[in-house]
């Protein structure tokens, strides 16, 4: 296994994500543990390579966080990752300077040498053949002169030691990213390091990942019960089957339906979790509730802090009932089982403090666990959502509802523009159903995917207004509803996407006669920026 060191840099997870990506196995842990700790930690013999991460401190700031000396006194190669190279120059007996400029963005690296770590490592090479990297910097101080046993790996003109190895030991610093993507050898680094140095076996799996989680949730829980909410998303949903997976009927449920999702979403849901996997589920039916809360509000931030604060509510009435014993919870439920993950994590900035973060999707507060008296669990909290989604298909969930696109906390209620009434969120359930329908329907010739796969979210939207049609022999005075489809990686920035015309076709003929109460279809041709993907 490879240990990282986190000096809490924002992508410190990202070394973990890249090392999982070469199937090694590896932990997180602050880099403040004892030198005692990290002994026992090694003492069986299976930790193969350390890692030090870059440090959250800005660059401005001074960081004087170490390594435990102990690291590079166990026989094990050591990587240290900017912040991490400048402390090991540092305890080494090399030297470090505050920079007078800071770097930031993309550099040209020039490697120096053979280095076992770089060897062959390279986007191009200069006249003279020196292997050239283009990377990622972000660093305010740098290392000025190498410590005793190490010689120069690579350099920029701005920073002649940006790389320094000791091959005897096998300890080497970069001070640029491997980590992240900007860096375009990243991964090819990271993994010559874990599987050529530290001669790792790259042989951990997903599989692994379900067992390792499991022994530390029943470990963490004991014979507690555990509450969890959830939303029929995508984090909530693999979550629940990871903590049934590991404590099976300790694990309650909490499915609060407040009457804005999709079509017979709340039932598949109901099916998956306690008809499939037989876990226990409470379903609470808030439909006239919300609707009630909502009657009369059109303004769209109005209307999604009713929603969220209705969902609270009634979550945290429920996690009482459970708490105090209720619906099967044999002792009373003692924690709260959240689905956050990683980016969920460093958006609430808590990435280096561990502290509570917000509750995601549905009701964006912190601070529930500790209102309810209960103790937070966080199984997700070191993945990625690809790896997510892995993870869900691991543990047996249905590619369908794993590879779902994202549906936002307040659901329907921001997809009806204006008010919400339960006759139009009738109306675009039945639409959107068929939008969805005919995206999974539809597969594109070229890449042989379906543009359900080929779109980033895709979902219907009911424009309040009546325009005139004819059916028949008839007038008819109905509803708009328009169709939203989009690409992006990061949800950002947004292309409307450029669906078939055939498709388009057969879903807006498929709406006007299969919805009584529709009768026009629309298509969004508008990017963000500057629209937004959601009509509200
Ligand atoms: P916009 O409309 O801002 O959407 O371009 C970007 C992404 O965020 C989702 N979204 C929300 N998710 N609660 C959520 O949980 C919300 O209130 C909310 N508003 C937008 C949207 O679906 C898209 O994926």
């Known amino acids: 296994k490879i240990l990282i060191l986190d000096f809490g840099s ?25 030198d005692d700790w990290v002994r026992a930690y090694a003492a069986d013999g299976q930790l193969k390579g350390v890692i030090l991460s870059g440090s959250h401190a800005s660059v401005y700031e001074e960081s004087t966080d170490k390594a435990p000396q102990a690291v590079f006194d ?26 007078h400029t800071r770097e930031f963005g993309f550099a040209e690296v020039r490697a120096h040498g053979h280095t076992k770590l770089l060897e062959g490592i390279q986007d191009h090479a200069t006249a003279e053949g020196h292997g050239m990297l283009d990377v990622w910097m972000s660093h305010g101080d740098k290392v000025t002169e190498l410590p005793p046993g190490f010689k120069l790996m690579a350099s920029t003109p701005s920073c002649p030691i940006a790389g320094m190895a000791d091959e005897a030991r096998g300890f080497y610093g970069v001070q640029f990213h491997p980590e992240v993507t900007h860096t375009k050898q990243g991964q090819a680094l990271l993994e010559r390091f874990v599987l050529g140095v530290c001669a790792t076996r790259p042989d951990w799996v997903m599989g692994d990942y379900i067992e390792e989680a499991v022994a530390r949730i029943r470990e963490q829980v004991g014979d507690e019960e555990v509450i969890l909410g959830l939303s029929g ?23 609060v339906d407040h009457g804005l999702l999709r079509l017979n979403e709340g ?7 306690s008809g499939k996997l037989h876990a226990k589920v409470v379903r609470v039916d808030a439909a006239e509730l919300f609707l009630g809360k909502l009657a009369g509000v059109s303004d769209p931030e109005a209307k999604r802090k009713i929603i969220g604060r209705e969902f609270v509510e009634v979550f945290k009435a429920e996690a009482a009932r459970l708490k105090a ?14 689905g956050t993950i990683y980016p969920d994590v ?10 509570a973060v917000t509750i995601k999707s549905h009701h964006n507060v912190g601070g529930l666990p500790e209102q309810l008296g209960l103790k937070l669990l966080e199984p997700l909290r070191e993945l990625f959502k690809d790896e997510v989604r892995e993870l869900g298909v691991a543990l047996g969930l249905p590619p369908e509802m794993v590879y779902r696109h994202p549906f936002p906390g307040p659901g329907l209620g921001v997809r009806i523009l204006g008010e919400v009434k339960k006759e139009y969120a ?8 068929i939008f969805i329908e005919e995206l999974r329907n539809f597969r594109d010739e070229a890449s042989g995917k379906t543009w359900y796969q080929l779109t980033s979210q895709a979902f219907t939207v009911f424009l309040p207004v009546k325009s005139v049609g004819v059916m028949g022999d008839g007038r008819t005075y109905e509803y708009v509803v328009a169709l939203r489809a989009v690409q992006t990686s990061d949800f950002m920035t947004a292309d409307w996407a450029e669906l078939p015309y055939a498709l388009l076709k057969k879903v807006s003929g498929r709406i006007i006669n299969e919805v009584r109460g529709i009768n026009r279809v629309t298509y969004d041709v508008s990017s963000k920026p500057p629209a937004t993907i959601e009509w509200e």
């Open 10 to 34: 924002q992508v410190t997870q990202l070394i973990a994500r890249r090392v999982r990506e070469a199937h090694v196995f590896c932990e997180v842990h602050p880099c403040d543990v004892s």
């Open 233 to 255: 998303g995508v984090d909530s949903s693999v979550a629940a089957a990871l903590i049934h997976r590991a404590i099976g009927d300790q694990l309650i449920c909490v499915f």
């Open 346 to 355: 460093i958006e609430s900035g808590g990435a280096k403090s561990k502290k």
């Open 74 to 99: 166990l026989g094990v190669p050591v990587l240290g990752i900017c912040y991490g190279m400048q402390t090991m120059a540092h305890q080494l007996g090399g030297k470090v300077e505050g920079g």
């Open 426 to 433: 009738d109306l675009l359930r039945r639409a959107d159903a």
């Open 325 to 338: 014993g209720a619906d099967g919870a044999l002792k009373g439920a003692q924690w709260l089982a959240q």
């Open 267 to 273: 039932d598949m849901v109901m099916d998956m979790f």
